[in-house]
């Protein structure tokens, strides 16, 4: 694929992971569960150590997972921008 063909790909990846970003089902279900574990994680035992390991993994998967669309948008703008400055020249 070419670098076009590739900057193309990665700008409509952006648009799909930003409709994913502005479904309110989405956010309401990223925000819930992110609240979620981090107050089970506050109330949980301190020797409920297999518990509060699971809710840790829990809470960076799930920031793992959101991060990773953050950065499909932000390659896809810098993508953007690159078409755009190439257009310019």
Known sequence: MSDDGKRQAEIYRAAKAKEVF?????????????????????TSPVDDISGRERLYFLLQALEEFHGHLKSVVETGAMAEDEVHRKLMH
Do not use: G, Q, V
């Open 22 to 42: 502005r479904n309110e089902i989405f956010a309401e279900a990223i925000d819930h569960l992110r609240d979620r574990y981090k107050s089970e994680w506050a």
